[in-house]
């Protein structure tokens, strides 16, 4: 387990980001801003591999978070539920610098906790005429006269995630909706790297544990001045966005 307080933040999360190798598959927690973790993801921009498959709900804004990976030119495949609010994002797409892979939200969210259960796949039942193409063409079968679409589950090599306070054994508990994809996510991925917006030195009280310390393997406490460079973060600021 490493864990890294405010003080260490970017020099574990730098010494992490080097570890990260090319054609990776990351996961990566969040819903626009809340539960992004954006000091991991700034590391992985400066210090990790390429040709990265990236599986976020969506790509951030411009610059900023998956953005940042944009930039450095790390992402070969986004798996995403909408793109649309990075404008870099949709020229690279449209350009073909990168492949994206777009599912209905819920889809993408049971293909991760599957990926996480051990199981291979779901069935669901939308007509495959309506679903967004995908590299292969979708599997179908026939049960109890429906036809069902046959949806893979998704694992990663690497999950970046965000928590409001962990503890040193990396237990964690997230704010509200912020913990979105996180949960899953960390079942899902052989490697679990948590940016927390507070470490404990006390251990969480188990009633308040969510994610348990056994899928951790790093935590890091991102420093009280780290700026995420969002436009909420600028609004918080009373900045004009």
């Not at 700034?42 to 976020?56: E, I, N, Q």
């Not at 046959?150 to 912020?178: C, K, M």
């Not at 890091?220 to 609004?235: L, Q, T, Y």
Request: charged letters at 25%; one cysteine or more.
């Amino acid at each position: 387990m490493i864990v890294a307080n405010a003080a260490e933040a970017n020099d574990a999360a730098a010494r992490l980001a080097r570890q990260v190798p090319d054609g990776a598959t990351v996961m990566v927690s969040g819903f626009g801003e809340p539960g992004t973790p954006f000091l991991l993801l700034d590391a992985v921009a400066r210090h990790g591999g390429r040709d990265l498959t990236v599986v976020k709900n969506d790509a951030n804004e411009a610059g900023v978070g998956v953005g940042r990976l944009l930039d450095e030119g790390r992402i070969r495949r986004l798996i995403s539920t909408h793109i649309g609010l990075n404008r870099d994002a949709m020229a690279a797409w449209n350009d073909g610098r990168i492949e994206v892979e777009i599912h209905p939200q819920g889809i993408l969210a049971e293909r991760i906790r599957c990926g996480g259960a051990g199981l291979p796949a779901f069935l669901a039942d939308l007509d495959p005429e309506l679903l967004p193409e995908t590299p292969e063409p979708r599997e179908t079968v026939r049960w109890r006269d429906r036809t069902f679409t046959v949806e893979p589950a998704l694992r990663a090599d690497l999950a970046l995630i965000h928590a409001a306070t962990g503890d040193r054994f990396g237990n964690l508990r997230y704010h509200a909706s912020a913990r979105n994809f996180a949960p899953a996510m960390a079942m899902a991925a052989d490697s679990v790297w948590v940016s927390v917006d507070r470490l404990s030195d006390v251990p969480l009280d188990p009633n308040e544990v969510v994610t348990a310390g056994a899928f951790v393997d790093a935590v890091i406490e991102v420093p009280r001045d780290f700026d995420p460079g969002s436009k909420a973060a600028r609004i918080r600021r009373g900045e004009r966005p």
